[in-house]
């Protein structure tokens, strides 16, 4: 069993940065890859990124490459995502998930756990 929580989000203006952090229980974090999901109101909820066991390999939605970036410390047992140049598409509900091997990165199926969630806004 994996259990997540998250926090850090907040109110943001436009073109400003936050960092989500992710704190997992349990001594088998390392087993697991770590992912960011999203979830806008009225919107299915969205793969943001990814980051593999050891942290060595990161996977980004289109939509966020260049601006966000996912690590983690698995001394920590904490996944961060960092976010840059925010903009008001990326005011959402965000969830961070731990997930086997295998499996599509991008598919929510593929996650077994999962935490509650923290908003994001995005003033304008």
């Known amino acids: 069993q994996v259990q997540l929580v998250e926090s850090g989000g907040g109110l943001v203006q436009a073109g400003g940065s936050l960092r989500l952090s992710c704190a997992a229980s349990g001594r088998t974090f390392s087993s697991y890859r770590m992912a960011w999901f999203r979830q806008a109101p009225g919107k299915e909820r969205e793969f943001v990124a990814v980051v593999s066991r050891s942290g060595g390999s990161s996977t980004y939605a289109d939509s966020v490459k260049g601006r966000f970036t996912i690590s983690r410390d698995n001394a920590k047992n904490t996944v961060y995502l960092q976010m840059n140049s925010l903009n008001s598409e990326d005011t959402a509900f965000y969830y961070c998930?731990?997930?086997?091997?295998?499996?599509?990165?991008?598919?929510?199926?593929?996650?077994?756990?999962w935490g509650q969630g923290t908003q994001v806004t995005v003033s304008s």
């Open positions: 998930a731990a997930g086997g091997l295998y499996g599509e990165n991008n598919y929510a199926g593929n996650y077994d756990y």
